[in-house]
């Protein structure tokens, strides 16, 4: 009886060498996969980390792309359970913005994809040589504590690091050995998140507006909604619900400058910035084409992105529902924000291909419940749900700050502490307010603040040529904030 059970020890110890050495094998491989460096590689005026996904169970599928902290799926399908992660990290516009759109010249777009291809190669000999040293470390450690001779220690070293090799082979070069074909026919990022991206913006028609120093696009954070109306409102002022107390007119006062407000209540990238928004009765022509008009404009501030994610709908359903943490709403979430941050990806291509390159400041969204959430009550808001929307807000700053600074340009994010929605001082609009979870006036002095100290900052820092504060002698207007 004793020698039976001996030998069925013996034969169980021998059974799990094999299945221990896979576990290893697989896990350093998974392991390395998130720890290898990613490779940079530069081309059409975009700088893109190229790596591998964690690996997946099927044996052919999308890869990821980073872009501004979203992962999307990517169009094109790959080999293999080991795929392809790209991550932009740098846009410059320049005579390649066409590319960087979606370029028809594919000769000279391939560029790219061979970037890229040469980068997920570079990528996996790095990540063969980080698993094999995981390998090797742990057979060390296994070996000390089994005080192996040196001989017989080379010798698990040395399997260990062919067998990882030899998975390795098998991962990269067998099973993704299309993958390299696959990069090399990507000709924009485009083609990797199945986009058609337009061609840039036209000027719109109209005479220039010289007189310009700065230059406000967005919704309705930025023209103020709910605050008294601008002077003399034309009817897409109205319309768009500028108004007198923006941050808009603050910097123009601060400054003597000639602000043109841009801005208008329920704009997004796409239907707004980009291209025309209807306002009402009236149709609002794309922002971007609008601040065109003012050529010596040398700075540009953003504010968008609430509207893109239907915030106010998310709002209205967190408070209506008894929790609105669950997965639908957040799988709908995610779905409105991947979208968003490709829409924004050509905005800020947009705005870096402008003549001048004037300076551009990206706002951020202020925290509008703060801690306490007592006046909500009413409203069926506690202070879970509001952590919950504060939290979607965060992604969402997160996206608008990653992009900004991949294109070089400035992000800031104006502070309401101690002035939030319950607060006695509160920056912004109650529920029974015109424009519920809005800025008040003095939220939009906050703004204005934050935005101002980051102009301040950016003429300080002598690496920022394109910042100016403007020439209030060129024009003896000291402010323009409706529609021109």
């Given at each position: 009886?004793?020698?039976?059970?001996?030998?069925?020890?013996?034969?169980?110890?021998?059974a799990a060498i094999p299945v221990a050495a896979a576990f290893l094998l697989l896990a350093s491989l998974w392991m390395a996969v998130r720890i290898t460096p990613l490779q940079s590689v530069t081309a059409a005026g975009?700088?893109?980390?190229?790596?591998?996904?964690?690996?997946?169970?099927?044996?052919?599928?999308?890869?990821?792309?980073?872009?501004?902290?979203?992962?999307?799926?990517?169009?094109?399908?790959?080999?293999?359970?080991?795929?392809?992660?790209?991550?932009?990290?740098?846009?410059?516009?320049?005579?390649?913005?066409?590319?960087?759109?979606?370029?028809?010249?594919?000769?000279?777009?391939?560029?790219?994809?061979?970037?890229?291809?040469?980068?997920?190669?570079?990528?996996?000999?790095?990540?063969?040589?980080?698993?094999?040293?995981?390998?090797?470390?742990?057979?060390?450690?296994?070996?000390?504590?089994?005080?192996?001779?040196?001989?017989?220690?080379?010798?698990?070293?040395?399997?260990?690091?062919?067998?990882?090799?030899?998975?390795?082979?098998?991962?990269?070069?067998?099973?993704?050995?299309?993958?390299?074909?696959?990069?090399?026919?990507?000709?924009?990022?485009?083609?990797?998140?199945?986009?058609?991206?337009?061609?840039?913006?036209?000027?719109?028609?109209?005479?220039?507006?010289?007189?310009?120093?700065?230059?406000?696009?967005?919704?309705?954070?930025?023209?103020?909604?709910?605050?008294?109306?601008?002077?003399?409102?034309?009817?897409?002022?109205?319309?768009?619900?500028?108004?007198?107390?923006?941050?808009?007119?603050?910097?123009?006062?601060?400054?003597?400058?000639?602000?043109?407000?841009?801005?208008?209540?329920?704009?997004?990238?796409?239907?707004?910035?980009?291209?025309?928004?209807?306002?009402?009765?009236?149709?609002?022509?794309?922002?971007?084409?609008?601040?065109?008009?003012?050529?010596?404009?040398?700075?540009?501030?953003?504010?968008?992105?609430?509207?893109?994610?239907?915030?106010?709908?998310?709002?209205?359903?967190?408070?209506?529902?008894?929790?609105?943490?669950?997965?639908?709403?957040?799988?709908?979430?995610?779905?409105?924000?991947?979208?968003?941050?490709?829409?924004?990806?050509?905005?800020?291509?947009?705005?870096?291909?402008?003549?001048?390159?004037?300076?551009?400041?990206?706002?951020?969204?202020?925290?509008?419940?703060?801690?306490?959430?007592?006046?909500?009550?009413?409203?069926?808001?506690?202070?879970?749900?509001?952590?919950?929307?504060?939290?979607?807000?965060?992604?969402?700053?997160?996206?608008?700050?990653?992009?900004?600074?991949?294109?070089?340009?400035?992000?800031?994010?104006?502070?309401?502490?101690?002035?939030?929605?319950?607060?006695?001082?509160?920056?912004?609009?109650?529920?029974?307010?015109?424009?519920?979870?809005?800025?008040?006036?003095?939220?939009?002095?906050?703004?204005?603040?934050?935005?101002?100290?980051?102009?301040?900052?950016?003429?300080?820092?002598?690496?920022?040529?394109?910042?100016?504060?403007?020439?209030?002698?060129?024009?003896?207007?000291?402010?323009?904030?409706?529609?021109?």
């Open positions: 009886m004793h020698k039976t059970s001996i030998a069925w020890r013996r034969w169980a110890l021998r975009q700088t893109v980390d190229v790596g591998a996904a964690a690996p997946g169970l099927g044996f052919s599928g999308p890869g990821e792309m980073d872009l501004f902290g979203q992962t999307i799926a990517t169009q094109p399908q790959f080999p293999g359970p080991v795929r392809p992660r790209l991550r932009l990290t740098h846009i410059t516009a320049n005579a390649e913005l066409e590319q960087l759109l979606g370029s028809s010249d594919k000769n000279s777009a391939g560029i790219l994809g061979s970037q890229l291809s040469a980068g997920w190669l570079r990528y996996g000999l790095w990540e063969s040589a980080v698993s094999a040293g995981i390998v090797v470390v742990v057979l060390s450690a296994v070996t000390g504590l089994r005080r192996y001779s040196l001989r017989r220690t080379v010798a698990v070293l040395a399997s260990g690091v062919v067998a990882m090799t030899a998975v390795n082979a098998v991962g990269f070069v067998l099973l993704a050995s299309g993958t390299p074909t696959a990069l090399r026919h990507v000709h924009s990022l485009s083609d990797l998140v199945g986009r058609n991206a337009g061609y840039p913006v036209a000027p719109a028609d109209g005479p220039s507006l010289n007189g310009v120093q700065a230059v406000v696009i967005g919704d309705s954070t930025a023209a103020a909604i709910g605050n008294r109306p601008v002077a003399h409102p034309s009817a897409l002022d109205k319309a768009c619900g500028r108004s007198a107390d923006s941050f808009a007119e603050q910097l123009a006062a601060v400054n003597n400058w000639n602000v043109l407000n841009l801005a208008c209540s329920g704009a997004t990238v796409r239907t707004g910035l980009l291209g025309p928004q209807p306002a009402g009765s009236l149709s609002a022509p794309a922002q971007i084409a609008q601040l065109q008009r003012a050529p010596k404009a040398r700075v540009i501030i953003v504010s968008v992105g609430a509207d893109d994610l239907h915030w106010a709908d998310l709002t209205r359903f967190c408070a209506a529902s008894p929790d609105c943490d669950d997965r639908v709403t957040d799988a709908y979430f995610q779905q409105q924000t991947a979208q968003f941050v490709m829409d924004y990806r050509d905005l800020l291509t947009q705005l870096a291909a402008l003549p001048g390159h004037p300076a551009v400041i990206v706002n951020q969204y202020y925290d509008p419940f703060g801690p306490d959430t007592s006046c909500l009550a009413a409203e069926h808001v506690d202070a879970a749900k509001a952590k919950t929307l504060q939290g979607r807000l965060d992604q969402l700053n997160t996206a608008l700050q990653q992009g900004a600074d991949a294109a070089g340009f400035t992000s800031v994010q104006p502070s309401f502490a101690g002035h939030a929605l319950c607060s006695a001082e509160p920056f912004v609009q109650g529920p029974k307010d015109k424009a519920p979870l809005h800025p008040t006036a003095a939220g939009e002095l906050a703004i204005a603040l934050a935005d101002q100290g980051a102009l301040y900052e950016a003429e300080r820092s002598p690496s920022t040529g394109q910042t100016s504060s403007g020439d209030s002698s060129s024009s003896g207007e000291t402010s323009s904030t409706g529609g021109p």
